[in-house]
C-alpha cells in the first residue's frame, strides 16, 4: 500500500544522521486517509513537541521528514511532517520526551495557562487543552513559528464519531481549518 507522504527504505539508507538515539517513543501519527504507529527517536533533553518542530538548517531534509521506525519489522520509514495532521501518544509523560522522567526539570520553566479549544482538521475534530503564556493570547500562540501545537486531554472525533482519548496530541498547525476557544468544558 502507498501513502501520500511516505518513502519506506531499508534500515541501511538514512536521510540524515540522528544525532544521540536517546529514547524512543512509540506514537500514532494521523494522516488524511492512514494511520501511522512507529517509534520515534528522541534524542536526550528534548521533549517531542521540541523533535516535531526542529529547524536545523545545517542538514538537508531535516526540517522536511520525520525518521520512524516500524514497532514489529525495524524498517525505517520517512514520512513528511507536513503530511501528518497529527500525532498522538497514549502514555501523558511521552508527550514530554526526556523532560517527563521523574526527577528531571528542563529549565527555565514557564508557566503557561491551559485554554480549552475546538479543532477542526481536514478528515478529524479534536477537542482538548491548548496552553497559553500569560501575558499571549491564543491568536498569538497560532502565529507562533513552531508548526506542531502540543495538547493535552484530548477528545478525537472523525465523522461524527468518537474514535478515542489521547493524553498528548501534537497538531499540525498547517492542517488546522478552524480552532475556537472552547466557552464550557465537556470535562
Known amino acids: 500500500m502507498e501513502i501520500s507522504g511516505v518513502e519506506t527504505v531499508g534500515s541501511k539508507a538514512p536521510l540524515f544522521e540522528i544525532e544521540d538515539s536517546g529514547q524512543s ?14 517509534s520515534l527517536n528522541c534524542p536526550s533533553g528534548i521533549r517531542i513537541s521540541d523533535l516535531l518542530n526542529r529547524t536545523d538548517d545545517t542538514r538537508p531534509g531535516r526540517n522536511l521528514f520525520l525518521e520512524l521506525i516500524d514497532i514489529t519489522t525495524g524498517e525505517v520509514t520517512y514520512l513528511r511532517k507536513e503530511t501528518v495532521q497529527f500525532v498522538t501518544a497514549d502514555d501523558p ?14 529549565y527555565p520553566v514557564v508557566e503557561k495557562l491551559p485554554v480549552r479549544v475546538n479543532i477542526e482538521l481536514k478528515s478529524y475534530r479534536l477537542i482538548g487543552q491548548a496552553y497559553q503564556m500569560k501575558n499571549r493570547t491564543l491568536k498569538a500562540v497560532l502565529a507562533e513559528n513552531a508548526v506542531f501545537l502540543p495538547l493535552t486531554d484530548v477528545i ?32
Open 25 to 38: 517513543f512509540v506514537l500514532n501519527f494521523f494522516g488524511e486517509l492512514d494511520i501511522i504507529q512507529a
Open 93 to 106: 509523560r511521552t508527550g514530554r520526551g526526556f523532560g517527563g522522567a521523574s526527577g528531571y526539570t528542563q
Open 156 to 187: 478525537i472525533i472523525r465523522e461524527s464519531k468518537l474514535i478515542g482519548e489521547k493524553p498528548f496530541v501534537a497538531v499540525n498547525k498547517r492542517q488546522i481549518i478552524s480552532l475556537k476557544k472552547e466557552l464550557i468544558s465537556s470535562r
